[in-house]
């Protein structure tokens, strides 16, 4: 297990296994209108592409307070889902969880994230503008919400890697 202690020290981040498959579950269900089952998340951990934290309150091993989903293919990853419980949000949860995958992209020197939000999401905007994410898409009618059909705005964050010439 990969615990890597952040902001304020009241949190940790652990490497998502196939054993936090029912938190996943858990903490996707209040998040989104389709709750992805324990099924879903065991069956796309065991890709070996695809990677993520979960955020627990130190002290609280039973606990989880959010968590990130991310694929990486040929230099180019994705955000597959994000969601931090109402009880942790503006904590800086988020924030932790999105650097992590940051430097783990950054480490396997991949070339772009991308991601999708809903157009309305006005806090999921604010957190990946802060981490450097521009609009480059718009899919009009992507999501189906409780209010009706919302708009998607394609996002992506760009790193910049050293060509070494010979
Ligand atoms: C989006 C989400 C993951 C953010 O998690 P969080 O832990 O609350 O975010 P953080 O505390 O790290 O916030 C980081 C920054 O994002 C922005 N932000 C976060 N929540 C915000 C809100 N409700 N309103 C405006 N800005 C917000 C702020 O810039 C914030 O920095 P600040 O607190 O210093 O002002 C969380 O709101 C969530 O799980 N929402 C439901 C699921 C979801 O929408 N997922 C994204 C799908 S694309």
């Keep these: 297990m990969i615990s890597l202690p952040f902001s304020r020290q009241s949190f940790a981040l652990e490497a998502l296994v196939q054993a936090h498959c029912p938190e996943l579950a858990d903490l ?15 069956g796309m951990l065991s890709q070996g592409n695809i990677f993520g934290f979960i955020a627990r309150p130190v002290g609280k091993p039973g606990q989880s307070a959010g968590f990130v989903l991310a694929r990486l293919v040929a230099g180019e990853a994705e955000i597959l889902t994000i969601a931090v419980s109402s009880a942790f949000q503006r904590r800086g949860i988020g924030r932790e969880l999105m650097e992590a995958v940051l430097r783990h992209l950054h480490h396997e020197r991949a070339e772009s994230l991308f991601l999708e939000v809903d157009e309305s999401n006005v806090a999921a905007q604010a957190l990946y503008r802060r981490l450097g994410f521009i609009q480059v898409g718009h899919r009009p009618a992507y999501y189906e919400t409780e209010q009706g059909r919302s708009g998607a705005l394609v996002l992506r964050r760009q790193f910049q890697q050293k060509i070494v010439l010979p």
Excluded: I, K
């Design 28 to 42: 996707h269900a209040p998040a989104f209108h389709h709750a992805w089952s324990e099924e879903d998340f065991a």
